[in-house]
């Protein structure tokens, strides 16, 4: 199972937004609504900030939200601030009745 | 509020079997259609889903892993574990557990993440 692709790094300053892609295949993101997004501080466990593609958590700032077209979901941070500079990872079901993950974006805030 | 926390060694040889427990407290494993799973991560690396195991007992794995990979349940302790045998230098990585509710994506609750090293 490949991992899904996203770009390495993502920047933006504050008050912007900004989009992160994940792309995967019709057996895994485009195949299923079951995508969901993870924020990573530097020596702490990932948060979950999006699931089933456009899903908040409750706590989690209506400036993050997602999306899906194809086989690439997305995520948005929208009023970009300082303390959204986090890794974020992706993950999706897969046709396999597994779970995959993309590689990750560094988001830095400029 | 639902806790989850990692425990085993940090330390291991290459060839020996890596034996990390997942206690979970402030909720029953046993409770109907939630997923408990483990993820990994390497030093400066992205995450890798290994696998996870539904409150009744199924279990789902990674297929790169699955030949190596045992999730089980011990719901007396409250309590999952993953043992991964014959690691090497690339199973160096900090292993979280994790809960998933069933039918949906969010792995909602985290353990905070052990470092296990495999070194000679």
């Known amino acids: 199972q490949s991992a899904l692709t996203q770009p390495a790094s993502v920047s933006g300053s504050p008050g912007q937004s900004i989009t992160i892609s994940c792309t995967g295949t019709?057996?895994?993101?485009?195949?299923?609504?079951?995508v969901s997004w993870y924020q990573q501080h530097p020596g702490e466990a990932p948060k979950l900030m999006i699931y089933?593609?456009?899903n908040r958590p409750s706590g989690v700032s209506d400036r993050f939200s997602g999306s899906k077209s194809g086989n690439t979901a997305s995520l948005t941070i929208s009023g970009l601030q300082a303390e959204d500079e986090a890794d974020y990872y992706c993950?999706?079901?897969?046709?396999?009745?597994?779970?995959?993950f993309g590689g990750g974006t560094k988001v830095t805030v400029v | 509020q639902l806790q989850l926390q990692e425990s085993g060694p940090g330390l291991l040889k290459p060839s020996e079997t890596l034996s990390l427990t997942c206690t979970v407290s402030?909720?029953?494993?046993?409770?109907?259609?939630?997923?408990w799973g483990w993820i990994r991560q390497p030093p400066g690396k992205g995450l890798e889903w290994i696998g996870n195991?539904?409150?009744?007992?199924?279990?789902y794995y990674n297929s790169s892993l699955k030949s190596r990979v045992t999730i089980s349940l011990d719901t007396s302790k409250n309590q999952f574990s993953l043992k991964l045998s014959s690691v090497t230098a690339a199973d160096t990585a900090v292993y979280y557990c994790?809960?998933?509710?069933?039918?949906?994506?969010?792995?909602?609750?985290w353990g905070q993440g052990t470092l296990v090293t495999v070194s000679s």
């Open positions: 994790a809960r998933r509710r069933g039918g949906s994506s969010g792995l909602d609750y």
């Open positions: 402030g909720g029953s494993i046993s409770s109907e259609n939630y997923y």
């Open positions: 195991i539904y409150y009744s007992g199924s279990t």
């Open positions: 019709s057996s895994d993101v485009g195949g299923y609504n079951y």
């Open positions: 089933d593609v456009s």
């Open positions: 993950s999706s079901y897969t046709s396999s009745n597994t779970w995959v």
